[in-house]
């Protein structure tokens, strides 16, 4: 059994509401939480589809769109909350950006992290500062989709510097709070010194970027403002504060998890898979080097150390693909014809590049199966189980690796693992990873990065930490143990 954290004693005096943002490369999510009789109620208000477009200059987020639908979220919230709204908090994919003008806005779409234009970036950067002094100064598993690839790009093409944020603090900068770089979304930058937990002068000068333009760095937890403009007009929203939670979706998701102790790691699956344990202190010896581990910030001043591994992107590019030709399955439906299918002859290597670029995933599949000399599939959609089977099989073996060295790395003797995010959800690949790894697997929340969200405002808020920065674990871990409680009683969203 899971150790689970104590429930806080005292509930709240002010009853009003709470908004999670979550800001998602698939799909963008607007959630409310309310007290009912006394208990915490979380319902999704508003979900919109999210995916970037291909222009002339490359690969790059429709932001007015996602504005948009989070305004429309935000609006129905206030329609529900006749109570009012206390705070709002937003989290979202790492690495990606905006650049700003003098007004605090958008000049331009920002990039999305799957551009091309971070593989020439990338060589260059590393003709300017090798990659081995890039790992030595920032502890962070080496990505050509991390912004400081991405800044260098910018250099490359001839950009001016510029203001620039992360695209959760963006979103709270737009409406009334300050221009801030919270830590645990800075960290997956890549331009973070460990050590010092300070913006690195000697990687920005490296890429051509400028350090003024980054914006102030602050814990997870920090009250940023207040919700202005025209929104306040809405009587939920005449006193709301806006507040910087763990801003990376994963930092929050891990947030989420309700457990205590040294024994247990997590997979946050989805598009992407991170795969990892919580650490007191960073680890970046050479031998954490060599496998490319990553240290990102976590709330309470931990580390999340762990693996990017290739997620349900595999599955859901093979589906794009199969309904361009005519063929529509469901992720639940194709898991299921999956099961059935005889296992797979060889796996394959998630990891590779070629396979974390969009278009016709099953030719690049193949193409890789051809070059280990494995017999390729039949591309055909009515062949797709066997695909299916393929990725699911390939992703616990990787996981299971990964996990191996995460104890070695961390010296923990690990015995749970806990699975978040959308993947939670597919008891066929749990229990393929539970084969693969001998650990007890934990079904954590398929949203727990909207727990984590909502833990950390309810700390921030409970002591107002928020106004001096930063909130506990303990008490973060507490709030996620009684927001657990709620979502296994009453999905959240079903």
């Known amino acids: 059994m899971a150790e689970i954290a104590a429930v ?151 950009y001016e510097p510029a203001p620039w944020l992360n695209l959760p603090e963006y979103i709270l900068s737009r409406w009334g709070g300050e221009r801030v770089a919270e830590l645990t979304n800075a960290t997956h930058s890549q331009l973070i010194d460990l050590g010092s937990k300070s913006w690195s002068p000697e990687l920005f000068g490296a890429a051509g970027a400028r350090i003024g333009c980054a914006a102030a760095l602050v814990a997870p937890g920090t009250i940023v403002g207040k919700l202005s403009g025209p929104l306040t007009e809405l009587p939920a929203f005449r006193d709301t504060l806006l507040i910087a939670p763990a801003c990376h979706d994963t930092a929050s998701a891990i947030a989420g998890i309700p457990a205590r102790g040294n024994d247990w ?58 309904e361009e030709q005519g063929a529509r399955w469901t992720v639940e439906e194709l898991t299921a014809a999956a099961e059935q299918v005889p296992q797979p002859a060889g796996l394959l290597e998630v990891d590779d590049p070629e396979l974390l670029l969009p278009g016709n995933m099953p030719l690049r599949i193949n193409l890789q199966r051809q070059s280990m000399g494995l017999k ?40 749970r693992l806990f699975v978040v995010g959308g993947a939670s959800r597919n008891a066929f690949l749990n229990r393929l990873v539970q084969e693969a790894t001998s650990l007890e697997i934990v079904r954590g929340a398929s949203e727990s990065s909207l727990l984590g969200n909502f833990a950390v405002q309810l700390a921030a808020l409970e002591d107002e930490a928020g106004r001096t920065g930063g909130v506990t674990l303990e008490s973060v871990n507490d709030w996620a143990c009684r927001l657990s409680a709620v979502a296994a009683n009453a999905p959240l969203y079903r």
């Open 8 to 158: 806080p004693a005292n509930i709240p005096t002010d009853r009003r509401a709470l908004i999670a943002v979550d800001l998602g490369a698939e799909s963008c999510r607007v959630s409310i939480l309310r007290w009912v009789g006394g208990e915490p109620a979380i319902a999704l208000v508003h979900r919109f589809p999210n995916a970037p477009r291909i222009g002339e200059d490359g690969l790059r987020w429709d932001f007015a769109t996602i504005e948009a639908g989070l305004e429309q979220g935000l609006r129905q919230c206030a329609a529900m909350a006749g109570e009012g709204v206390r705070s709002i908090a937003v989290d979202g994919w790492a690495v990606d950006y905006v650049r700003l003008d003098t007004h605090g806005k958008a000049v331009a779409d920002p990039f999305c992290y799957r551009d091309e234009r971070t593989v020439e970036a990338e060589r260059s950067l590393h003709r300017a500062i090798p990659a081995a002094r890039i790992r030595e100064l920032t502890g962070v598993q080496q990505l050509r989709i991390n912004t400081l690839y991405q800044l260098h790009a910018d250099a490359l093409a001839g």
């Open 265 to 322: 790691a997590y997979i946050s699956s989805g598009t992407w898979s991170l795969v990892g344990t919580l650490l007191d202190e960073p680890r970046n010896d050479r031998a954490a080097s060599l496998e490319n581990f990553t240290n990102l910030a976590a709330v309470g001043g931990k580390t999340c150390f762990h693996k990017s591994v290739n997620g349900m992107w595999l599955l859901r590019q093979c589906l794009s693909t199969w």
């Open 376 to 415: 390729p599939l039949d591309e055909r959609p009515e062949n797709a189980p066997a695909f299916a089977s393929l990725i699911f099989h390939s992703l616990a073996a990787r996981y299971a690796a990964v996990l191996r060295s995460v104890a070695r790395h961390s010296g923990k003797d690990l015995k």
